[in-house]
Every structure is written in structure tokens, then in C-alpha cells.
């Protein structure tokens, strides 16, 4: 019975570095993907229906940042200063961009009556390529960020699963 009181605690410190090793795994494959992707998220959620028909809300989109050109027509996600909520919408209009010159872009939202300078910071009335846009779309999965949306705007939820998880550490044995 002594060798089983001494087991606990070693059951306990196993299971707490898996759990750690789970979680550095998932932090090292989203990091290896910003690097693949050059966008510091390149996994994001549509969180609003202003890109229907093309994406409803709640789909997983797959973001790439190494092409510096983008082109009228191409689905873009992008940031505002100030704001913390990244906005998934299509080029209308570019301007600039050839040589030393930036790349600005016009956006607007497919299921949206006007573009999307209201929506951007104040006093900015083009995006600009290089410092505003997180990536361009390049696929998605359909309805899959559903959870994480549910998650935000369910914020007890958050509570009960990670409750749920420490409880199942504790209890699970190997």
C-alpha cells in the first residue's frame, strides 16, 4: 500500500506534463504556421454575415500573407487600429503599389450596401497592404468555428470546460 501512496503523486506530476506538452505542442504548431503563412493569424472565424453568400458565419478560414499583390476581387482580412476583432471582407479598388509606392486597397463586405471606410480607423481611408492586412482567404471549412464563436459569446461556458478538463485530469489515470 506504501508504493501506491508514493505512485499518486508521480501520477499527478505525469499528467500535468502532459497536459503541458499538449498545450506547448498546440502553441508551437499555430506558431510554425504563422511562419509557414507570414501572418501573425492565419487561422481566423467569419464572426458576421457581411461576406454571405461567399462565407457564412462561423466558417474557418485559412489565411496566406506571402503574396504582397493582391488583386480587385480577392478576399482579404484585415485589422483596424484600435479594434481587436479582424474583419474578413473583398477588394473593391487598389491603388498605388507599384514600386517604392504602397498598396492601398478599398474593401467592402459582399452582403454590405457601402464599402468599409467607416469601418476603418479614423482619419484612414484606404487600407494599406503591408501593415493592415493579416492574409488573403485561400480555403476554408464550412460552419467549423461555430464553437469559438459560441465560446465568446458564451463566456461561463469557458468556465465549465475548463473545469471540466482539470476535473478530468484529476480523475483520469493512465
Known sequence: ???????RPRQALS????????LSTAFMLWKG???????????VVVLSG?????????????LWNRDMDTSVGEIVVYNVKGKDIPIVHRVMR???GGGIDPLYLLTKGDNNLADDTELYATGQNYLNRERDVVGSVRGYVPFVGYVTIWLSENPWMKKVMLGLTAVMMVVQRE
Open 1 to 7: 500500500m506504501l508504493a501506491l501512496d508514493q505512485l
Open 94 to 96: 487598389r491603388y498605388g
Open 33 to 43: 504556421l504563422s511562419v509557414a503563412t507570414n501572418s501573425p493569424s492565419p487561422i
Open 50 to 62: 457581411s461576406m454571405e453568400p461567399a462565407f457564412q458565419r462561423g466558417d474557418l478560414l485559412f
Open 15 to 22: 499528467q500535468l506534463l502532459n497536459f503541458c506538452l499538449i
